[in-house]
């Protein structure tokens, strides 16, 4: 069993920055590839990145590819996600998941978070 707690969220202008953070507790956490995903209002959730169980890989989907970078440290259980030049539309509650290996599909996934809300005024 792994809990997921994300933090970080919060209002942020267009071209600012902002970083999340998802705090793991339980076992295994370091054997999980992490991933984030964002839902914003009467949208579908979707993929925004996942890092591999080590870190050595990382993918990102195009919408924020540049932009966004996932990271972890498994020594203090946590992933993050550093969003640059923010947009409007990355407006979301952004999610941290953890899964078996690295997939952009979201029920793949086995644990998630609560969410945290991102809002990027224009």
């Known amino acids: 069993q792994v809990q997921l707690v994300e933090s970080g969220g919060g209002l942020v202008q267009a071209g600012g920055s902002l970083s999340l953070s998802c705090a793991a507790s339980g076992r295994m956490f370091s054997s999980y590839s992490m991933g984030w995903f964002r839902q914003a209002p009467g949208k579908e959730r979707e993929f925004v990145a996942v890092?591999?169980?080590?870190?050595?890989?990382?993918y990102y989907s195009d919408s924020v590819k540049g932009r966004f970078t996932i990271s972890r440290d498994n020594a203090k259980n946590t992933v993050y996600l550093r969003m640059n030049s923010l947009k409007p539309e990355d407006t979301a509650v952004y999610y941290c998941?953890?899964?078996?290996?690295?997939?952009?599909?979201?029920?793949?996934?086995?644990?998630w978070g609560q969410g945290t809300q991102v809002t990027v005024s224009s």
């Open positions: 890092i591999s169980w080590s870190g050595a890989r990382t």
């Open positions: 998941a953890a899964a078996g290996r690295e997939t952009g599909w979201s029920s793949e996934y086995d644990y």
